[in-house]
């Protein structure tokens, strides 16, 4: 799988994978500018922009949460920054047989629509802010 070119050139020249704080999480934060809460909890707020609410409950005051998936109330407490970036950019990278999808990657996928081929779901800022936010979740 590859990971985005827009990422900082200490994280991009590294092959995928290999950019891991242990086994369990990406340390780097993948953009120069700090993650924001604000901007993070909008986002995962906006259904249709992060797709988190799909399989998620998170403490949001947004009708019709997921609830096939980790309800994100304490995700700060249970995970690091580094974890949560993992978990973002690839899933699979912990669980292999995860449903959720690997926000920060554009290796091929099956049944993708053109519009969206070739791209992340959510950009680099957009991860360092939905991490922020789910770090206040205590």
Same mark, same amino acid.
């Given at each position: 799988?590859?990971? =985005? /070119?827009?990422? %900082?050139?200490?994280? /991009?020249?590294?092959?995928? !994978?290999?950019?891991?704080?242990?086994?369990?999480?990406?340390?780097?934060? #993948? &953009?120069? @500018?700090? !993650?924001?809460?604000?901007?993070?909890?909008?986002?995962? $707020?906006? =259904?249709?922009?992060?797709?988190?609410?799909?399989?998620?409950?998170?403490?949001?005051?947004?009708?019709f949460?997921?609830?096939?998936? @980790?309800?994100?109330?304490?995700?700060? /407490? +249970?995970?690091?920054?580094? *974890? #949560?970036?993992? +978990?973002?950019?690839?899933? +699979? +990278? *912990?669980?292999?047989?995860?449903?959720? %999808?690997?926000?920060?990657? @554009? /290796?091929?996928?099956?049944?993708?629509?053109?519009?969206? =081929?070739?791209?992340?779901?959510?950009?680099? *800022?957009q991860?360092?802010?939905?991490? $922020?936010?789910? *770090? &206040?979740? =205590?």
């Amino acid at each position: 799988s590859t990971l =985005r /070119a827009d990422l %900082p050139p200490a994280l /991009a020249a590294r092959p995928a !994978g290999t950019a891991t704080a242990g086994e369990d999480g990406l340390l780097q934060p #993948l &953009t120069a @500018t700090a !993650g924001s809460a604000e901007r993070g909890r909008a986002l995962v $707020a906006q =259904r249709q922009v992060s797709q988190c609410l799909l399989c998620h409950q998170a403490p949001l005051e947004v009708p019709f949460q997921g609830d096939i998936s @980790t309800n994100l109330a304490g995700a700060g /407490a +249970r995970w690091t920054a580094a *974890q #949560l970036r993992q +978990r973002l950019v690839n899933p +699979r +990278r *912990q669980n292999p047989a995860s449903i959720m %999808p690997a926000y920060f990657e @554009t /290796a091929p996928r099956n049944r993708v629509g053109a519009a969206w =081929r070739d791209k992340t779901i959510l950009d680099a *800022q957009q991860i360092e802010d939905v991490i $922020a936010w789910l *770090q &206040t979740l =205590r």
